[in-house]
């Protein structure tokens, strides 16, 4: 993923969940904004560079970008985190599958 790609995935990813906040912990938007942020800092201090953290667009077999999706898997660890999986709106509930998906391997 590009580094223009993970802005646009940063913007879709992070304004929706600070709204989820708001309802969540019966907060202000301001107040969901500053934890998010937060959170995000914690858990991405080097943004899309952090170590073990993977950004991937998906795309679909006319290489169309279909969705994208954030994974933590640490070197050396025996599991993953899926912490969001997006299929696009305009590419949801079809028959054909996205072709690229990164493969995972069983520990």
């Not at 953290?53 to 985190?81: K, M, P």
């Amino acid at each position: 993923m590009s580094a223009a790609d993970y802005a646009a995935f940063a913007e879709q990813h992070f304004a929706p969940y600070a709204a989820g906040r708001v309802l969540a912990d019966h907060i202000s938007q301001t107040e969901a904004e500053a934890f998010v942020r937060k959170q995000t800092a914690a858990t991405l201090p080097q943004g899309q560079a952090t170590a073990g953290h993977r950004f991937y667009n998906i795309v679909d077999a006319a290489d169309t970008q279909v969705g994208s999706l954030w994974v933590r898997h640490a070197v050396g660890e025996r599991e993953a985190f899926v912490f969001d999986l997006v299929v696009d709106p305009p590419f949801r509930r079809r028959d054909t599958p996205p072709r690229r998906l990164p493969r995972f391997k069983r520990c």
